[in-house]
């Protein structure tokens, strides 16, 4: 039966009938800043948003991440897949900024070691409070996997994204992603992506800001600095592949017998162990682990170097994590 949803948020609005593999997420030109504290109406920022939102997507659905872009539909209107959101909203960071700064005492400006991913519940009544992994598996909000699966996203997302933006002199501070799953429960990127969501410096430099932050900080000029970033992004495109990675991609792929498959090794260690006095050991399962470094961070190239080289498939499973 078709029902027609209309969904809306502070930013966003979403329509869908319910049925169809297809459905619209229409950009408002409402700002806000302190959870709907602050907002203002700005002409022409719904259009800039989804412009830049649309670009970033595509660029990611052909680096062979999985998003929830299909195509632009008017001016502030994105066709995209629905997908059931997860509660979460994942941050990754690059530089200091923002809470950040207010909560661990951090220079805002200063380029972090490396990148730091943190998690928001997303509940504007519990004004989004951050998450430890441990809770977030406690509340069951997604299995250990999928957030392994979501935090390896993440970072391929800031790499991609890092890397384009690097080529036209802007630095990627931080940003906000959220995630759902498909029909047939594949994990993809939703949301938007654009400078309401995002920390973006010109020249890499926090003082000079192309994003919401100059709502926040009342510094004006917004939509002149969306459009630098737009345009920029469109330069950056223009531009040839995208560059191989200054620091190699580490990667830690575990790869173990599939359940109820015989597991001669872990049989033999479980025996011995019984054998030497070790009465304690139920059951030992025995795996490999094999750490790889990569050139390139393209999550779809370490599924299929596994599935064609490294895992047998039909008898052994792989999980994998990018080490920081
Ligand atoms: N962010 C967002 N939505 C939120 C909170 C944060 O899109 O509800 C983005 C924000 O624009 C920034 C990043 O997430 O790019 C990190 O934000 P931070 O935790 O520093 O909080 P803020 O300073 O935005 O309150």
Redesign the pocket.
Known sequence: MQTNTIKEGKAKKFHWDGVSDSCELEFKNTLT?L?GQKTEELEGKGVLAANISAKLFEFLNEQNLKTHFIKKSSDNTLVVQPLTMIPL?I?V?NYA????CTRLGFKEGEKLKKPLI?F?LKDDALN?PLLAESEILYLEIVSLEQLNQIKNYALCVNWLLTTLFEQVKIGL????LEFGFDKAGNLLLGDELSP????LWDNFDSNQKL??DRF?QNLGHILENYQIVLERIYLALAKKDIQTPAVPLKIRLYIKPQAGLLDPTGRTLTDSSNRLGFTEVEAIKAGKMLELELNDYRLNLIEDLCERILVSPAIEEYSYEIVV
């Open positions: 800043a959870n909203e941050v960071r900024a923002g809470s950040l943190q928001h989004d501070a931080d940003f906000k309401d969501n995002m920390r994003d919401k926040r």
